[in-house]
């Protein structure tokens, strides 16, 4: 049973965990909660977004999408932060907006804005 998004990792190599660390506190607006040389852990509205110093960052194949009440200046925010717009923002039927960005890194991180959900139940 899939219970919804619990965690999303991010790859990055371990010279740039520092800067990785910062920009996501940018990014999510948190600190971290779990911060070592081997993983930083951000607790983001309930959920991990996770930095890992180990393996290749860039496109796996799969894309986490992170909720947001207005998706354009969402992307129009992280944008200013360093990330890069892959898939601009598009609407997929149902009022749903999604948007691809990869962090200053070269990962995949999916924007969603999706009025079907309440965004104030997770924060």
């Known amino acids: 049973m899939i219970l919804g998004l619990r965690t999303f990792i991010a790859h990055v190599r371990p010279e740039q965990l520092d800067a990785a660390k910062a920009w996501y506190a940018q990014f999510d607006g948190v600190v971290p909660y779990f911060d070592q040389s081997f993983y930083v852990g951000f607790n983001v509205g309930g959920f991990e977004l996770g930095l890992h110093p180990e393996g290749e960052p860039g496109p796996g194949g799969t894309v986490a999408y992170w909720g947001t009440p207005d998706i354009v200046s969402e992307v129009a925010r992280v944008v200013a932060l360093g990330a890069t717009v892959v898939a601009p923002v598009q609407?997929?039927?149902?009022?749903?907006?999604?948007?691809?960005?990869?962090?200053?890194?070269?990962?995949?991180?999916g924007l969603i804005q999706n009025p079907h959900f309440d965004v104030n139940a997770v924060r």
């Open 91 to 109: 609407d997929v039927g149902g009022d749903i907006k999604v948007a691809t960005i990869t962090d200053p890194f070269g990962n995949s991180i």
